[in-house]
């Protein structure tokens, strides 16, 4: 048990580690300001600029914003209803799964598109390889539009703000070319290295030990599972989500996909204090998340740690923790620990059954739902949490 505790401070001080100079960099990227990935990232800005026929550089009022945040996304609405409707008659479905119902594919593409992310389907019987990437693209979309309007409410808090609040296609783009996919590109790839599947393939048929033909579903799962985690998305490629093996198939990965969750929204905050020069504004913003965070995060990890009563009466041994609905490999502790951060930052992915916590567990990610200000989602975290102040 001491190990899984090792493994959770492990977890929280590596996000924190890399949030501080993510968020410094992210700064910088949306001050304007240049970075050392320039040369890399500027011809592709420029390019998606001039396919979309905007102009980065004019300066856009509160209006401007919302109106552009709300065509775009009515646009990949359309989009999103017209592959999911008609899935069996498009390509890259080598399952042949059927098309979804016109409400399925209304919830689901709203789901999405919101950051949402609820699902009323499994992945592997529901969706073709097609409607996976429709819904990945919409994982880099509404992160990035998170992250857009967040840091249109950090250039409005600036001392002597005026109208002009910066260019949402600027923010938009930059939050999903030079921070969501190079990130979700190196996460991909150690899912990759660990195992997880990345191919548009069909079900593989496999023969077991004792004999039987079996056929198990698989896709481009890894970049699925990387932006899932990264922009606090949370839907999953399969139904039970990374609690299944493709998802997440050892420790590190879990690592890896619990550090991401957190990452972007508490990178955030920090840059926040970078943009408006108040740098311990923002260590204070922090401070107040992180003691919420741990208040909800220590009764969870006693509780799951110490194991179910009701089966301790019964004289079973309960070492491990309370291990209904929890995956060995990773373990009561861990999955408390990511119980709490997904729920903390309304990601909602799991990788354990969250009805099988105990009750006062249960009830923490609960809370941690409602207040949604711990942190929270990607921009809308920390505009809760202003809402507060």
């Known amino acids: 048990m ?7 401070i492990a977890m929280f001080m590596i996000t924190v580690l890399l949030a501080i100079p993510l968020g410094r960099y992210m700064g910088k990227l949306f001050s304007g300001e240049t970075t050392w990935l320039d040369p890399i990232f500027n011809p592709i800005d420029q390019l998606i600029y001039r396919i979309s026929g905007v102009d980065p550089k004019i300066e856009m009022n509160w209006k401007q914003h919302l109106k552009v945040l709300l065509t775009i996304n009515f646009i990949w609405f359309v989009l999103a209803m017209l592959v999911l ?9 080598p399952d042949h799964n059927p098309s979804m119902s016109a409400d399925l594919a209304f919830n689901t593409a709203v789901s999405f598109i919101s950051n949402t992310n609820l699902q009323h389907y499994s992945g592997e019987t529901g969706m073709s390889y097609l409607g996976q990437l429709v819904l990945m693209l919409f994982q880099f979309i509404s992160a990035g539009c998170g992250m857009a309007i967040c840091v249109v409410v950090f250039k409005a808090m600036k001392e002597g703000a005026n109208h002009s609040l910066g260019n949402f296609y600027f923010l938009f783009v930059r939050s999903c070319t030079r921070i969501l996919l190079p990130i979700a590109f190196i996460m991909a790839v150690l899912f990759l290295l ?3 599947p990345m191919t548009f393939k069909g079900k593989d048929t496999i023969t077991t030990l004792q004999g039987d033909t079996v056929q198990v579903s698989r896709g481009p799962v890894a970049a699925f ?22 998802e997440n198939p ?6 890896v996909e619990t550090i991401a969750i957190a990452l972007l929204p508490i990178a955030l905050i920090f840059t926040m204090g970078y943009m408006l020069k108040r740098k311990k504004l ?3 913003i922090v401070g107040v998340m992180t003691v919420g965070f741990f208040l909800l995060l220590a009764p969870t990890i006693i509780m799951e740690t110490a194991g179910n009563p009701a089966i301790a009466k019964m004289g079973i041994e309960q070492t491990s923790g309370n291990m209904e609905g929890k995956e060995v490999r990773l373990g009561a502790a861990a999955s408390a620990y990511w119980g709490i951060v997904t729920t903390v930052t309304s990601n909602g992915s799991v990788n354990a059954m969250h009805d099988s916590f105990m009750p006062l567990a249960g009830m923490c990610t609960m809370l941690g739902m409602m207040v ?8 809308v975290g920390f505009l809760n949490f202003y809402i507060f102040m």
Do not use: C, D, R
């Open 372 to 379: 949604n200000a711990f942190y929270g989602g990607i921009g």
């Open 2 to 8: 001491n190990t899984e505790m090792y493994g959770i």
């Open 194 to 196: 660990n195992g997880m």
């Open 282 to 284: 923002a260590w204070l």
């Open 250 to 255: 050892n420790y590190f990965t879990n690592m």
């Open 85 to 93: 409707t008609n899935m069996a008659h498009l390509p890259l479905n």
């Open 225 to 246: 599972v990387a932006i899932k985690q990264l922009g606090t998305n949370g839907g999953g490629f399969f139904g039970p989500n990374s609690a299944h093996p493709f």
